[in-house]
């Protein structure tokens, strides 16, 4: 009678952490700088930290509505504090994102936020997407749409909804 025996491999890394693929390398979150927003980006921050992952915040900003149906003279810089205002919610953030020690950068983008970020997957090698939920549901999510909708729908990399 043949008997098999295996032996045992006496390793320091008794988990196999060293041999197991980092399934994440560069993780794009997407903000508005709602709560919904906020609770995407530290669950995204987590995630990098975790895979030693680098972290890439994008932000699209774009005139309210009632701005856009309005014949503005084309020599007014309307966009300029809207742009403003939205880099330094944005720098505040990567501050604050750095001083947690996560390796972060970011995007300022102007735009239609769903087809920017699905935009910026590929022109940052992204392998993962975080975005936050607003919870719209029935009428509300009809008429307003959904950005997280939208970026699970046409992204070609996982994405992770918060809500």
Same mark, same amino acid.
């Given at each position: 009678?043949?008997?098999?025996?295996?032996?045992? /491999?006496?390793? +320091?890394?008794?988990?196999? =952490?060293?041999?197991?693929?980092?399934?994440?390398?560069?993780? !794009?979150?997407?903000? @508005?700088?709602? @709560?919904?927003?906020?609770?995407?980006?530290?669950?995204?921050?987590?995630? =990098?930290?975790?895979? +030693?992952? /680098?972290?890439?915040?994008?932000?699209?900003? *774009?005139?309210?509505?009632?701005?856009?149906?309005?014949?503005?003279?084309?020599? !007014?810089?309307?966009?300029?504090?809207?742009?403003? #205002?939205?880099?330094?919610?944005? @720098?505040?953030?990567?501050?604050?994102?750095?001083?947690? /020690?996560?390796?972060?950068? +970011?995007? !300022?983008?102007?735009?239609?936020?769903?087809?920017?970020?699905?935009?910026?997957?590929?022109?940052?090698?992204?392998?993962?997407?975080?975005?936050? #939920?607003?919870?719209?549901?029935?009428?509300?999510? *009809?008429?307003?749409?959904?950005?997280?909708?939208?970026?699970?729908?046409? +992204? !070609? &990399?996982? &994405?992770?909804?918060?809500?």
């Amino acid at each position: 009678m043949q008997r098999s025996t295996r032996r045992r /491999q006496s390793t +320091s890394d008794p988990e196999g =952490a060293s041999s197991m693929v980092k399934p994440f390398t560069k993780v !794009l979150v997407g903000t @508005d700088f709602s @709560d919904g927003a906020s609770r995407a980006v530290e669950r995204a921050a987590d995630v =990098a930290q975790r895979y +030693s992952a /680098q972290l890439h915040v994008v932000h699209v900003w *774009a005139l309210p509505h009632v701005a856009t149906s309005l014949v503005i003279d084309p020599g !007014l810089e309307w966009h300029t504090p809207v742009e403003q #205002t939205a880099r330094a919610q944005l @720098d505040a953030l990567i501050e604050q994102l750095r001083a947690n /020690q996560v390796e972060a950068s +970011s995007s !300022l983008l102007s735009g239609v936020a769903w087809e920017q970020i699905v935009e910026s997957i590929a022109v940052l090698g992204a392998d993962l997407v975080v975005v936050g #939920t607003h919870g719209r549901t029935g009428l509300r999510r *009809a008429l307003l749409g959904s950005v997280a909708e939208r970026v699970v729908r046409f +992204s !070609l &990399v996982p &994405v992770l909804t918060i809500h």
